[in-house]
Nanobody, 123 residues
Framework: QVQLVESGGGLVQAGGSLRLSCAAS????????MGWFRQAPGKEREFVAG????????YYSDSVKGRFTISRDNAKNAVYLQMNSLKPEDTAVYYC????????????????WGQGTLVTVST
């Protein structure tokens, strides 16, 4: 099983950009689909984006489609979330997750979770 560590969170002004990274340990990274989720204060954790094993197919929530891009590099055991045109409502703790099945909108239970990284978008 992989272990996940996120990085790249921080404070950014509305309209700005951030790139989150998730480093995975283990030699079976390419066996996992990867996803990003987020949880805002007082709200449930929600799906943000998912990518399949080889990176050939991606999925996005409607709220981030066109602004966020998920990608992965299997040679580096890493997955990324490029976030552009950030809005205050994007403020949340962002979690990287892995599962051997596809991670799509509505997915809630996954095999592996990272510890999260905080993204704060100011007005």
């Amino acid at each position: 099983q992989v272990q996940l560590v996120e990085s790249g969170g921080g404070l950014v002004q509305a309209g700005g950009s951030l790139r989150l990274s998730c480093a995975a340990s283990g030699r079976t990274f390419s066996n996992y689909c990867m996803g990003w989720f987020r949880q805002a204060p007082g709200k449930e954790r929600e799906f943000v984006a998912g990518v399949t094993w080889s990176g050939g197919t991606t999925y996005y929530s409607d709220s981030v489609k066109g602004r966020f891009t998920i990608s992965r590099d299997n040679a580096k055991n890493a997955v990324y979330l490029q976030m552009n045109s950030l809005k205050p409502e994007d403020t949340a703790v962002y979690y990287c997750a892995a599962d051997r099945a596809r991670i799509v909108p509505g997915t809630r239970y996954l095999e592996v979770w990272g510890q999260g990284t905080l993204v704060t978008v100011s007005t």
